[in-house]
């Protein structure tokens, strides 16, 4: 079983900082491209930011300059710094990891259970 579980959420006021992570533990051969996500009640769930094995991101237009991803791959975990948080970036947030779990088996997506993120203003 593969599990993703993420941390670091909580309430901040306008302006501050968060930073989220996300472990990926179980059975896991390769751990491809990771990524953010974030929902809030009614809307559809919405790309944050995202990074490839590589290293490589790219980022939602909203979040860009103040959203930053990362990945630490010995530790299969990674990571959401957020600055400058603002009223409109309430959410809860959620890790999406594409993880192989057999060398056979084509790269599958897998979900966390999410965590609470909100900005007062």
């Known amino acids: 079983q593969v599990q993703l579980e993420e941390s670091g959420g909580g309430l901040v006021q306008a302006g501050g900082s968060l930073r989220l992570s996300c472990v990926a533990s179980g059975r896991i051969f390769s751990l491809n491209v990771m990524g953010w996500y974030r929902q809030v009640p009614g809307k559809e769930r919405e790309l944050v930011a995202s990074i490839d094995s590589g290293g490589s991101a790219n980022y939602a237009d909203s979040v860009k300059g103040r959203f930053t991803i990362s990945r630490d791959n010995a530790k299969n975990t990674m990571y959401l710094q957020m600055i400058d948080l603002k009223p409109e970036d309430t959410a809860v947030y959620y890790c999406?990891?594409?993880?192989?779990?057999?060398?056979?088996?084509?790269?599958?997506?897998?979900w966390g259970q999410g965590t609470q993120v909100t900005v007062s203003s």
């Open positions: 999406n990891a594409d993880i192989k779990i057999l060398p056979i088996l084509r790269a599958r997506p897998y």
